[in-house]
């Protein structure tokens, strides 16, 4: 059953597998520009798992992250790859299955692709403004995703 959120925080997941604060940062960064860019605003939480492997689920900040969109806190999810969240896919299929139940999407920033202005007939850049979108999950991943939630009580 799925139901959609308009309240509730953007918020970013980082995950390194070693203490590095330096790609922490880079996360973040690019997190926060995805969040604006698709939502035109900030996140304004931040999860991070710093040193933890992704071959698991059991970490801290994303067991919060998780008791955090159960409770209704969560709008959105920003991570700025596939591999951020988990490292196995069957993990990676249950929570996008969790997230997609709660209406909660998840934006990952590397599949952030920028459209191209329009090029009127004068061959000038028009004034539209540059805008970004999400590109959609591969029909595979649909059809995994459809096969999960049938096996889910």
């Known amino acids: 059953m799925s139901h959609q959120r ?4 953007i918020v970013i997941y980082a995950r390194s597998d070693q203490p590095d604060a330096k790609a922490i940062s880079q996360q973040y960064e690019a997190a926060q520009r995805a969040a604006e860019a698709q939502f035109g605003e900030l996140a304004t939480v931040t999860y991070c798992d710093e040193g933890m492997a992704g071959s ?3 970490r801290p900040a994303l ?16 991570v700025t790859s596939n591999d ?5 896919y069957m993990d990676d299929l249950r ?12 934006i990952v920033a590397a599949n952030i692709v920028p459209t191209t202005p329009d090029i ?20 595979w991943f649909v059809r995994a ?9």
């Open 63 to 78: 067991q919060a992250l998780l008791q955090h969109v159960d409770a209704g806190l969560v709008r959105a999810i920003v």
């Open 56 to 58: 698991t689920v059991r």
């Open 95 to 106: 929570l996008r299955v969790r997230f997609q139940d709660a209406g909660i999407p998840l």
């Open 120 to 139: 009127s007939s004068d061959n000038t850049v028009s004034s539209d403004i540059v805008t970004a979108h999400a590109v959609p999950p591969s029909p």
């Open 84 to 88: 951020r969240l988990t490292r196995s």
């Open 6 to 9: 308009n309240s509730g925080s």
């Open 145 to 153: 995703l459809s096969a999960l939630r049938s096996k889910v009580p």
